[in-house]
Each structure stands twice: as C-alpha cells, then as structure tokens.
C-alpha cells in the first residue's frame, strides 16, 4: 500500500510539474506574442511616412493627369470656338458687303 501511494503522490508531483511547465510555456508564447505586435506595431508607425509620401505622390500624379485632360479639353474646345467666330466673322462680313453692295445699287437706281 505504502508503494501504491508513493507511485500516486509521485504521479502528482509530475502532474504539477507538468502543469507549472504548461503554465511558463503559455506565458512564454503570451510575452512573445506581444512582443511580436509590438514590434509590428513599431515597424508600421515607422512605415507612416513612407505610406503618406507614396499617398501623396499617387495623389499628385492623379492631380497632374486630371490637369492635363482638362487642358486637352480646354484647348480642344478653344480650337471649335475659334473655328466658330471665324465661321461667324466670315458670315458677318459677307452679309455686310452684301448689304453695302445692296445699298449702294439702290441709291444708285433712286437717283436715276
């Protein structure tokens, strides 16, 4: 009996010797974890400013194409504006000269 009970307290020794290693190796794995986001954590506010530059630049190279369309757009639409007026301009002048002519064949004929 005497053995019995020995290999029994034996075996809770081990059982808790098990259970205090299970427990240091949890909390070995927890302080790992942490600091492992730690350090995550640190590479990314270190990583910020490369983030926002390469926002910035992204930003920039949108800004300058949606500039250069709406030049585009603008040069293309000054060109139909002026091919307009000059349409416009010759319209106007021959209906000018027209009306000239006209009127100087009518005072023409009145004085006749």
């Known amino acids: 009996?005497?053995?019995?009970?020995q290999r029994l307290l034996d075996t809770e020794l081990r059982a808790e010797k098990i259970a205090k290693q299970s427990?240091?190796?949890?909390?070995?794995?927890i302080k790992e974890a942490m600091?492992?986001?730690q350090a995550d954590a640190e590479r990314f506010e270190?990583?910020?400013?490369a983030l926002y530059a390469s926002f910035v630049e992204k930003?920039?190279?949108?800004?300058?194409?949606?500039?250069?369309?709406?030049?585009?757009?603008?040069d293309e639409r000054h060109v139909q504006l002026r091919a307009r007026a000059e349409q416009a301009e010759i319209g106007v002048?021959?209906?000018?000269?027209?009306?000239?002519?006209?009127?100087?064949?009518?005072?023409?004929?009145?004085?006749s």
């Open 46 to 49: 270190t990583n910020i400013p």
């Open 23 to 29: 427990e240091a190796e949890l909390d070995r794995i």
């Open 93 to 111: 002048l021959e209906a000018a000269f027209s009306f000239i002519i006209d009127s100087t064949s009518d005072s023409g004929k009145t004085r």
């Open 59 to 74: 930003a920039e190279v949108r800004a300058e194409q949606a500039i250069a369309d709406m030049k585009r757009r603008y």
């Open 1 to 5: 009996m005497d053995d019995t009970l």
């Open 35 to 37: 600091a492992s986001a």
